[in-house]
């Protein structure tokens, strides 16, 4: 074989090994396009899609730490100071169909006492849907109508239930008119103290038949006016609250009456949180309400991080409450509330006073 042919030959069979390993090359694939978060604001804000859903999703929370001086809901109390911290974690989801928005809220909650050690709680967890709520939340009796005034102690005098289960349907009608009946568990709640007989007894064990409670409102202007009533199956009493709101924009008020069916027996929705031991055994009347009690408050913004407020109250069984807080925010979504508080039981000749001073981040 002469050089000429030899050349060929090798150039031949570097082009046929050449070809071979181009056949086999890995071709490395596109990049998947990324996903950002895409913001959710149909539900209001800080929501965001859950990447690869429709399904919006917000986070929230707060952490919280106070100092408490004796306690204004027990006289009994001799403890100078106690501090308790706390952390919540909220998540709410929001969906929309046929039907409305499919909602859930979620709140977790930990608390830690001095000396004792941390607790979790579930406070809240339900289901909303075409105006149904189903699941754990604050008794409608309450959340309905507005709770009571801007305090941290606004229900020394005891203004109804909060957590518990409950089937509950909101209707608004677009015009300032809103009405609202609920359901609710009659085997719970946040406060053991809020059931009525059972707050002397174990009544309520293996009881099966539901409270009810409903309620309706209007709003016009710088005026609104709530009424809303519950009836407690275990004690097969009930109570009315009626609630009168105005915003005059320099300042804020309400007022706020409640009637007991029974004045001589505790019911879930006439109640007391006076501590059991304070209070004469077998005379529960003097230590609820009697036949009515009465709120009045007001809040006064000072200016766009200072607001103060007062809250009174006060029942046919003479039990006299009075609380005043400031309110300063002195940067966003931080709040320092010094409370001082004065309780007198006139019916156990009893009086306390008590003060908190607490220091809130919320996000």
């Known amino acids: 074989m002469n050089l000429k042919s030899l050349l060929i030959s090798s150039a031949a069979s570097l082009a046929a090994v050449s070809g071979a390993h181009a056949a086999d090359a890995i071709v490395a694939a596109e990049p998947e396009p990324l996903q950002y978060v895409r913001i959710c604001d149909a539900y209001g804000a800080g929501y965001f899609f859950i990447p690869g859903t429709e399904t919006c999703l917000k986070i929230g929370g707060k952490v919280r730490t106070e100092g408490e001086w004796y306690d204004a809901y027990n006289p009994n109390s001799k403890v100078g100071t106690l501090w308790h911290t706390r952390a919540e974690l909220n998540l709410d989801t929001a969906t929309d169909t046929e039907y409305g928005p499919l909602k859930t809220n979620m709140v977790l909650r930990w608390d830690w006492s001095e000396g004792n050690s941390t607790t979790t709680k579930l406070l809240f967890a339900n289901i909303s849907l075409g105006g149904f709520t189903v699941g754990k939340a604050d008794s409608q009796y309450n959340s309905y109508i507005?709770?009571?005034?801007?305090?941290?102690?606004?229900?020394?005098?005891?203004?109804?239930?909060?957590?518990?289960?409950?089937?509950?349907?909101?209707?608004?009608?677009?015009?300032?008119?809103?009405?609202?009946?609920?359901?609710?568990?009659?085997?719970?709640?946040?406060?053991?103290?809020?059931?009525?007989?059972?707050?002397?007894?174990?009544?309520?064990?293996?009881?099966?038949?539901?409270?009810?409670?409903?309620?309706?409102?209007?709003?016009?202007?710088?005026?609104?006016?709530?009424?809303?009533?519950?009836?407690?199956?275990?004690?097969?009493?009930?109570?009315?609250?009626?609630?009168?709101?105005?915003?005059?924009?320099?300042?804020?008020?309400?007022?706020?009456g409640g009637w007991n069916t029974d004045g001589d027996k505790l019911n879930k929705y006439a109640g007391t949180n006076l501590d059991r031991s304070a209070c004469p055994a077998g005379r529960p009347d003097l230590c609820g309400w009697g036949d009515w009690a009465v709120w009045g408050g007001v809040g006064v913004p000072i200016n766009d991080k200072l607001k103060w407020n007062l809250q009174l109250a006060y029942t046919d069984s003479k039990i006299f409450a009075a609380t005043t807080n400031v309110k300063w925010n002195p940067v966003k979504n931080l709040l320092i509330e010094p409370e001082v508080s004065y309780t007198d039981w006139d019916s156990v000749n009893q009086d306390q006073w008590a003060g908190i001073l607490r220091f809130e981040r919320n996000f």
């Open 146 to 256: 507005g709770y009571a005034g801007d305090v941290i102690n606004d229900d020394v005098i005891y203004d109804g239930p909060y957590e518990l289960n409950q089937i509950t349907y909101n209707y608004d009608a677009g015009n300032g008119f809103t009405a609202v009946v609920s359901v609710e568990d009659s085997n719970s709640s946040g406060s053991g103290a809020s059931y009525g007989s059972s707050w002397w007894s174990d009544d309520k064990a293996n009881h099966y038949a539901p409270d009810v409670v409903a309620g309706a409102g209007f709003k016009s202007g710088i005026w609104g006016v709530k009424v809303v009533g519950g009836y407690d199956s275990i004690v097969e009493e009930g109570a009315v609250k009626a609630r009168v709101d105005a915003d005059f924009g320099a300042f804020s008020a309400f007022l706020m």
